[in-house]
């Protein structure tokens, strides 16, 4: 069974960047397609970016988008999700996800079945 994990998170400025990493075992990386959401304080889940199985596609919500890149790393069988520009609106857990692979590429929380622990980013003004 696949296994899922996050880490990275921590606190950073506002205007900082930080790095979220996720380690697949279990079967190459290029075997899921795969995502991030997010869970700011006392608010739902929400969709932040998905990368398709072989990498060559992504999405991304509005809100992230031209800060946040998602990609994956074939030789640590990783995908990350780098951050930049960060604004304390992108306090959250973040969750690292695997999806159904459709096209276009799914953004909503019911298509993504299989979820990581979650890793922290705390972002201060």
């Known amino acids: 069974q696949v296994q899922l994990v996050e880490s990275g998170g921590g606190l950073v400025q506002a205007g900082g960047s930080l790095r979220l990493s996720c380690i697949v075992s279990?079967?190459?990386?290029?075997?899921?397609?795969m995502g991030w959401f997010r869970q700011p304080p006392g608010k739902e889940r929400e969709f932040v970016a998905v990368v398709s199985r072989d990498g060559e596609d992504t999405s991304y919500a509005d809100s992230v988008k031209g800060r946040f890149t998602i990609f994956k790393d074939t030789t640590s069988n990783t995908m990350y999700l780098e951050m930049n520009s960060l604004k304390p609106e992108d306090t959250a857990a973040y969750f690292c996800v695997i999806g159904r692979s459709t096209y276009p590429l799914p953004t909503q929380i019911y298509e993504f079945p299989t979820w990581g622990q979650g890793t922290q980013v705390t972002v201060s003004s």
């Open positions: 279990g079967r190459s990386i290029y075997t899921y397609l």
